[in-house]
C-alpha cells in the first residue's frame, strides 16, 4: 500500500500472521539493521532475541522508510500475532487484536 519494497530480503507471508506465536519473524528497520548489525546483509535468515524469543530476521526495510509513523521509524516490525511474544502488560492491552493503527501496519507489510 505505501509502496516499499525491503532492500534486504522479505516483507512478511501471509501464513506468518495466522496462528498466535506460530511464526516468529521480523523485519528490521534501515537503522537498527545499521546500528545493531553494521548494515550486514547476511542478517537475513538469522535468530535475534526480542523478550527473550528467538525471531528470524526475513528482511529489511530500506532507509527513510518509516510505515505510517510520521515521527521516528520503527526498530523493527513483527506480524500482529507475534506481539503476546514481543510485549506484555499494559502494552499488550493497547495493541490487542482489532486495534486500527497496529493492524494497519501489519497488513501493509504482508500485502
Not at 95 to 111: D, E, H, T, Y
Request: proline residues 8%.
Amino acid at each position: 500500500m505505501l509502496g516499499a519494497r525491503p532492500l534486504v530480503g522479505r516483507v512478511f507471508l501471509p501464513d506468518e500472521d495466522k496462528n498466535p506465536g506460530e511464526k516468529l519473524v521480523c523485519v528490521l528497520g534501515y537503522g537498527e539493521w545499521q546500528k545493531r548489525f553494521g548494515g550486514d546483509p547476511s542478517i537475513v535468515g538469522r535468530t535475534i532475541s526480542l523478550n527473550e524469543q528467538q525471531f528470524t530476521v526475513v528482511g529489511v526495510m530500506p532507509k527513510g522508510f518509516k510505515g505510517t509513523n510520521a515521527i521516528g521509524a520503527p526498530a523493527l516490525w513483527v506480524p500482529h500475532m507475534t506481539y503476546p511474544q514481543t510485549v506484555n502488560g499494559f502494552f499488550l492491552e493497547l495493541i490487542r487484536p482489532g486495534f486500527a493503527s497496529r493492524s494497519g501496519v501489519q497488513r501493509l507489510l504482508a500485502g
